[in-house]
């Protein structure tokens, strides 16, 4: 079985699909608020990195520094960078549909695992082994499945309980914003049910097997018709896309099951990093971002940041700013049959800082 935290040990030919078309990119430059110039990432067709601009040109809390980005490429690139398996645990990719299935399941609740208050993870043993934050919600919904519960399927995650779901995810906590993700469950459910015969493999089905095809692609879909993965936010005006879980979710199954031609997507190189709380974290302590004293005094302080507020929009637009600039400038330096796409940049520095001790903002949300 592969956890997160053991993503750099797995490697895949993989990449080198996602990434024949990707050449090597040169910066194009955009122009701050201030007038400054500022390097801007090649358009790799992806609304998410198109919908930055406003937000990396105009940012007062959170800076994103092009010289480091280019001091770690210079190292990072030499690095094994391999395509990681993030989401199909427990031996299910050899049982394709029910993976699919148990993917988004899971998915769709990955966020939170973090008690606010006291900072203490989530944590749960299960057949033997110890797990914490998103691979302990996986293990206890593996569990609920040994146990005969039916948490895959749309009937039973539109009706569940919040005294169920305290069964089902039993650990060292409660398991943070269980109210929340038992509402998630429910408009997935019903949406489940209404359209798809209550299967996430049969939502998956009948999507094109791209990400954005005019409006039938995967994340085009997700978005769309559950609203919880509408990842949206307003920043002086500008509609700022995150789709943070509808991209995981995409590149969880294209992960663990493309391998076996299970799964097909033809445009992974459109996937941006995932905006969440760790990989933010590790941008700021490699140096690659820095914040404004009064916001680096606010999350050093563990005090709480406001969903959709300026300082977390420029958090989470940073993140994909400078993943996608770090992806550019790694990429100059492999050679044409080693090139990579964002995400295992992203995976690079999620598993490396996912237990730092860097103290990370702190915002109460479904989103990530």
């Not at 797995?10 to 990119?25: F, P, Q, Y």
């Not at 997507?265 to 690659?288: C, H, Q, S």
Request: aromatic share 10%.
């Amino acid at each position: 079985m592969t956890t997160r935290r053991e993503l750099l040990k797995a490697t895949s030919s993989l990449a080198l699909v996602a990434a024949t078309n990707s050449a090597l990119r040169a910066n194009s430059s955009a122009t701050s608020g201030s007038g400054k110039q500022v390097a801007w990432p090649k358009p790799i067709g992806s609304p998410v990195l198109e919908s930055l601009r406003p937000v990396i040109e105009s940012s007062r809390d959170v800076h994103t520094h092009y010289d480091k980005i280019v001091e770690v490429a210079s190292w990072m690139a030499y690095e094994e960078l391999p395509m990681p398996n993030i989401g199909v645990p427990f031996g299910l990719e050899k049982t394709p549909d029910v993976a699919i299935d148990f993917v988004m399941v899971c998915n769709c609740i990955d966020s939170a695992f973090t008690d606010f208050k006291t900072h203490v993870k989530f944590q749960v043993d299960y057949a033997g082994e110890h797990f914490s934050d998103a691979d302990a919600m996986q293990a206890c919904l593996k569990r609920a499945m040994d146990d005969g519960i039916p948490v895959l399927e749309g009937k039973f995650l539109a009706r569940v309980t919040k005294d169920e779901l305290a069964k089902i995810f039993a650990g060292n906590i409660e398991m943070p914003m269980l109210e929340e993700k038992m509402a998630v469950f429910h408009q997935v459910g019903d949406v489940l049910n209404a359209k798809y015969d209550g299967r996430f493999l049969n939502f998956v089905r009948s999507c094109s097997s791209r990400l954005y095809d005019n409006g039938n692609g995967l994340i085009d879909r997700l978005v769309k018709e559950f609203r919880r993965y509408n990842d949206v936010s307003q920043y002086d005006g500008h509609e700022v896309k995150f789709y943070k879980l509808s991209q995981l979710g995409c590149w969880a199954m294209y992960s663990g099951l493309s391998g076996a031609g299970a799964f097909k997507l033809e445009d992974a190189d459109k996937l941006t990093a995932f905006a969440d709380y760790i990989v933010p974290a590790a941008l700021r302590v490699m140096g690659m971002t820095s914040y404004s004293p009064a916001l680096e005094k606010t999350i050093n302080s563990y005090q709480m940041i406001e969903c959709d507020s300026r300082s977390e929009v420029e958090i989470r637009a940073h993140c994909l700013y400078a993943t996608a600039l770090l992806r550019e400038e790694v990429n100059k330096l492999r050679p044409a049959d080693l090139q990579v796409i964002i995400p295992q940049i992203d995976a690079r520095l999620w598993t490396h800082y996912h237990a730092t001790t860097w103290p990370h903002h702190l915002t109460k949300t479904i989103m990530y």
